[in-house]
């Protein structure tokens, strides 16, 4: 049975970072590191930081799959926003290896501790309302582009949270299609980080694969659930940022206590 848990922790713990990304748009890839670590068991704090970018990269690109054909993907912005931010999240996911595991899990949770105050924030339109994705409105997010990339390179997140208001903000789109534009980011992000760690032989790629497949069903079932609940999503929000605060406390204690050592 034992043998048996890697296994079945990776699908349900896929299964649960799915379904919160189904469910309220955001923020779930947050918790694929601590569930890689502590509840499927890897024990190298850089194979989980890989590990989970390859599953937040493929989950990403599922997803985009499913705004691409409701037409929310603005692709100038988009590929804009992909291209320079990779730049970014090569160099991120550089320094992220070169850095004690556990010096670089204390910073994840002080980095969890803020996207709990972020999602504490009810979602609203940050744009203007009058979309305008030409080129020079798209250049204006390198710069967000770069930070989003370095982050998600170094810590192996997706980055949503800080790609989609830095799109709503420059180029005035809707919340929807600034979602839907920010997967290809996401996944282009997650896969360069991927694809730098797996080069140092850091990504369980068995894992890795059953936490994708179980995120892909849990996804369809969040998605599903979203749609019945309306408002009530700003509910979810706060229930989940307070489990992010739960969850970067217990990291910040267990990695504090092997740095002290």
Known sequence: MSALWPT???LLSGAAVGFILGLIGGGGSILATPLLLYVVGIAQPHVAIGTGAL??????????????????????????FALVGTVGALAGSSLGKALDGQK???????????VGAVML?????????????????????????LVAGSASGFFGIGGGFLIVPAL??????SMANAIGSSLLAV??????????????GLVDW?????????????????????LHLGTQRNALNRIFAALVF??????LYRSGMAIAR
């Not at 994705?133 to 967000?144: F, G, H, K, Q, S």
């Not at 994708?212 to 969040?222: C, E, R």
């Not at 739960?246 to 990291?251: G, M, R, T």
Request: some cysteine; glycine content about 10%.
């Open 168 to 173: 709503m903000l420059a180029t005035g789109m």
């Open 246 to 251: 739960v969850v970067a406390l217990f990291i």
């Open 104 to 114: 670089l899990l204390f910073l994840f949770g002080l980095l969890m501790l803020v």
């Open 8 to 10: 079945i922790a990776s």
């Open 55 to 80: 599953a937040v990269s493929a989950n990403a690109y599922a997803n985009l799959i499913a705004h691409a054909r409701r037409r929310n993907v603005r692709w100038a912005c988009a590929s804009v």
């Open 187 to 200: 996944g282009t992000f997650g896969l360069a980080t991927a694809i730098n760690y797996a080069s140092s």
């Open 121 to 145: 924030r009810p979602r609203r339109q940050l744009g203007s309302g009058h979309e305008v994705t030409n080129l020079r409105n798209c250049l204006r997010t390198a710069a967000a582009a």
């Open 206 to 226: 068995r894992v890795a694969a059953f936490f994708v497949l179980g995120g892909i069903v849990g996804g369809l079932f969040g998605t599903r659930l979203s």
